[in-house]
């Protein structure tokens, strides 16, 4: 099995097609990591690093550095530990967890390439197509309106709300117009940690008494703050999803425990691919529900993702949309678009890209 010969680090940025706003704040571009690894046969491992809003401190820069710093303890080490290679990066960038993901994503990438094997099979196998949402974020209702009827023409038939920066009458009215927009779409609302209790409880009666129905409520409350999650779900019997608050499958049960949530939105960019493959485990032994979402990744950083979703099958929601909310790139490869359905090839060797 060959070896780890060299690994490039490489910044790239690109511009989103409107400004994403969301409880924590403004973004009209990205500026991410590309990763690719070369073995001593000539094969290669690609993956891309997002910085985030959510993720303030996983700024470009300290991307690079933490990326840059994993490269003299994973060179000249045989592709096929690859177990050991991801331990490494993520013993050495536990804090950069954006960083050791995309490591551990271009380090799979490399192996199941050498296996000729897509990555989707390496996880699992379970299926070759998913369907996403389509992300709207924090805007006035007449926008959100356009933008959802704008949707719907496309072939969306689910959507996902930012809200929780201003009133819970507010973001009802804002929940309005998307309904208005979009009638038959499937909805989830992102809260981003923007709610308090009385406010997450208020807009959710407004909600109901609109009678515009959501399929979950994602992280509404701070992170940290499970008390209040649990006792917004037993207030209200409104499903709760956990996403800021995940990083690990210790997270999961300390969650799950806490009975602070009904599911969880998972991100490769946070937990890694094996790390997420825990987190799936826990869900399931808790019985709960499963989502799985990105950050501003290009087409090369979500193809991960979309194998993940595609190999476990096990989302019942997908919000794998960066591709739609960034200005399009020359990529090719890693999965077939179709409106809002991605496919994979059964012939792929790792991500495809």
Request: aromatic share 6%; charged share 25%.
């Amino acid at each position: 099995m060959p070896i780890i010969q060299t690994i490039d680090v490489k910044p790239v940025s690109f511009k989103l097609k409107t400004p994403f706003v969301t409880a924590a704040g403004r973004k009209t571009e990205t500026h991410n990591v590309q990763i690719t690894i070369h073995l001593a046969d000539g094969t290669r491992g690609m993956s891309e690093a997002s910085s985030s809003i959510a993720m303030p401190t996983e700024s470009q820069e300290n991307m690079i550095k933490a990326l840059k710093s994993m490269i003299p303890e994973l060179r000249g080490r045989p592709i096929e530990n690859y177990r050991e290679l991801v331990a490494t990066s993520w013993r050495l960038q536990a804090l950069h967890q954006t960083a050791a993901s995309a490591m551990e994503c271009a380090i799979l990438d490399a192996y199941t390439r050498t296996l000729d094997q897509s990555l989707t099979d390496f996880l699992g196998g379970k299926g070759m197509t998913v369907e996403t949402d389509l992300t709207l974020s924090l805007a006035p209702p007449k926008e959100l309106f356009k933008l959802a009827r704008a949707a719907v023409k496309k072939g969306f038939r689910r959507l996902k709300v930012k809200v929780g920066g201003t009133s819970p009458e507010e973001d009802c009215e804002r929940m309005k117009a998307v309904h208005k927009g979009a009638p038959r779409a499937a909805l989830v609302v992102d809260g981003n940690q923007g709610f308090g209790l009385s406010q997450a409880v208020d807009f959710v009666h407004r909600l109901k008494r609109a009678q515009i129905s959501i399929n979950f409520l994602e992280q509404p409350f701070r992170k940290h703050d499970l008390r209040t999650m649990r006792l917004f779900r037993h207030r209200t019997h409104v499903p709760v999803f956990a996403d800021e608050a995940i990083l690990s499958a210790a997270d999961a049960v300390r969650l799950f425990e806490a009975e602070a949530a009904d599911g969880l939105n998972i991100k490769v960019a946070k937990s890694g691919l094996l790390g997420a493959l825990d987190i799936i485990h826990i869900s399931q032994r808790f019985k709960k529900r499963l989502a799985i979402g990105c950050m501003e990744e290009s087409k090369l950083g979500l193809a991960a993702s979309v194998h993940l979703a595609c190999g476990t099958g096990v989302f019942e929601w997908v919000d794998l949309d960066s591709v739609f909310l960034l200005e399009p790139t020359a990529q090719r490869g890693g999965f077939l678009m179709k409106g809002p359905k991605f496919s994979v090839k059964s012939n792929l060797s790792g991500i495809g890209m």
